[in-house]
């Protein structure tokens, strides 16, 4: 099966610094690559998603990239906020298949 | 309803009880998945419906863990004999057609405490 991996597990950034998270997976037929947020307490919510046939995506502050030859892809969030502290999930599928992999997430802090 | 419901949202049980988890995903959603996240990890998959067909339990961890979802809309999470590494948030995900591409839409998830 599909092995996810997220680095780091802990971020710390000061507020209006820069925040890059990544994630490696394992198999090449994945093809969709979502991200979520979650809040203490709350649901994962989907922030920014790529598929394979992209190499970069961008929303506002947040951008994903995706390097399908290294199979690793990584989330970047310009000019944090203090909101935006929260654990970020990374998440590999296949389409067709009925899993989504998740990475182990990475709690980032935004200090003001 | 607005979105994937899940109760109840705080379960304390003593070790050896059994419990049910209920989720109510949103209207329509033809796949359903259960995870269970432990404290400071990542989902990790447990069951997947579509409709009312389990086509993955492969994540079940051990045989107390069983999944139904009868008539492809409610479905409940049950868990027998639980034990204390059964403690974690139980989430539920609902998704509008097979996960060919889409968002997984979560609800609140159930904490389960095991003393």
């Known amino acids: 099966g599909e092995n996810v991996e997220q680095h780091p597990s802990t971020l710390s950034v000061q507020e209006g610094d820069s925040a890059v998270i990544k994630c490696t997976y394992s198999?090449?037929?994945?093809?969709?690559f979502p991200w979520y947020k979650q809040e203490l307490g709350k649901r994962p919510q989907l922030i920014i998603d790529?598929?394979?046939?992209?190499g970069e995506k961008k929303d506002q502050r947040i951008a994903v990239t995706l390097n399908k030859t290294a199979k690793h892809f990584s989330l970047h969030i310009t000019e944090t906020q203090p909101e935006d502290s929260a654990v970020y999930f990374c998440?590999?599928?296949?389409?067709?298949?009925?899993?989504?992999?998740f990475g182990s997430g990475t709690k980032l802090n935004v200090k003001p | 309803g607005a979105g994937v419901s899940q109760s109840p949202r705080y379960k304390v049980a003593k070790r050896g009880q059994d419990v049910a988890l209920r989720c109510d995903p949103i209207?329509?959603?033809?796949?359903l998945f259960w995870y269970q996240q432990a404290l400071g990890q990542g989902p990790e998959f447990l069951t997947y419906f579509q409709n009312e067909a389990q086509l993955d339990k492969s994540g079940l961890p051990s045989d107390r863990f069983f999944a139904e979802r009868p008539e492809g809309s409610v479905s409940t999470l049950k868990i027998q004999r639980t034990q204390q590494e059964d403690s974690a948030v139980y989430l539920c995900?609902?998704?509008?057609?097979?996960?060919?591409?889409?968002?997984?839409?979560f609800g609140e998830g159930s904490r389960l405490t095991v003393l």
């Open positions: 209207s329509g959603h033809v796949s």
């Open positions: 995900a609902s998704l509008l057609s097979r996960p060919t591409s889409g968002e997984l839409f």
């Open positions: 998440a590999a599928i296949i389409y067709n298949f009925n899993k989504f992999y």
């Open positions: 198999d090449s037929a994945s093809n969709y």
């Open positions: 790529i598929r394979s046939n992209v």
